[in-house]
Every structure is written in C-alpha cells, then in structure tokens.
C-alpha cells in the first residue's frame, strides 16, 4: 500500500465487519440466536468476553467481511484467480477485528469496566490490531501501512459511533 486510499480500501472489510454485529441482532432470521461466545462461563468470577458478544456477530461480522472483500475484488478485476485468497484473507481481516473486541472486552470485564461503558482509546483500536494480526500471515504490510490503516479507522471509528449514537443505534457519542 503506498497510499491512504489503499489503507482504506485494504482494511475496508475488517471496517464493516466491526459494525456488522449492530445490524445482525436486528435481522429477523437472526436477532433471537444470542449465544455468547463464553457461553456464559466466567474467570475470576467475571465474564469472560460477556453477553454482548455473541457467536451471531463473530459469525455475521465474519461473513459480511468475506463478502465485501469479493465485491471489492470484482470492481477492480475480473479474475477469478485468487478469489480463494480474497475471500479467506478478508474473512480473517473480519474475524480478527471482532476477534480484537473481544479480547478487549476480556480486559475490560477483568478489571471491571461494564457492558457499554467507553475505554477510550482501547475501544476504537481493538477491532484495527485485530484485523491486523489476523491477516498478517496473508499479507505483508509495511509499518506506514499500518500507521495509515490506525489513523484512518480510529478516526472513522469515532465519527461512524456518533452517528449511530444520532440514529438511535448507540447509547453514547463515542
């Protein structure tokens, strides 16, 4: 990536698949499978990653990365050569970013932050380190790369919450 608009472009489908979740609990066919990826279990008496994250949204996020990584793919090629590679690897850039939340939502239960309350900055850079580390054995990037993608979804971050929080999808601005 030797520009902003590919950090964009690139990390796109971990972008989408972070909000994804807040669409799937809202689909029909979807919103009463609410299974916890913890299963309800706890360590140290705490939850684990809690209730909020469910298999739906690791699953949906996941898909909808995957699908969005094939639909960018065929506005820039025709191909169909590596379209195995682009959908596994936006698949794992998807998976890692929800991936990422929850780890960070593991860190937060541990040390007592509830459901829903803000750790800035933690809460707009899990779902960036995530989806980073995840695609990383598919992808080489240099360090710009990732400065860039940091600076572009961090700040995309807290401008797409506001707006959900305007919407009615949120409870709070950031």
């Known amino acids: 990536m030797s520009d902003w608009w590919a950090a964009f472009w690139f990390f796109l489908p971990a972008g989408i698949a972070n909000a994804a979740p807040l669409f799937a609990c809202r689909l029909p066919i979807l919103k009463d499978w609410n299974t916890p990826i913890d299963l309800g279990k706890t360590w140290r008496g705490k939850p684990i990653f809690g209730a909020n994250k469910t298999w739906r949204g690791l699953l949906f996020g996941t898909f909808v990365a995957a699908l969005v990584g094939l639909l960018q793919y065929r506005v820039i090629t025709s191909s169909v050569e590596s379209t195995f590679f682009i959908v596994i690897s936006t698949a794992a850039l998807g998976f890692g970013a929800l991936a990422g939340d929850a780890v960070e939502s593991f860190f937060k239960r541990q040390i007592g ?34 400065l860039r993608v940091l600076v572009i979804y961090f700040g995309l971050h807290l401008i797409t919450s506001y707006i959900g929080y305007l919407i009615g999808f949120k409870k709070t601005p950031i």
């Open 113 to 146: 932050v509830k459901p829903g309350d803000k750790w800035f900055p933690f809460d707009q850079i899990d779902y960036i380190i995530g989806g980073l580390l995840a695609v990383s054995p598919f992808v080489s990037l240099q360090i710009d790369d990732v």
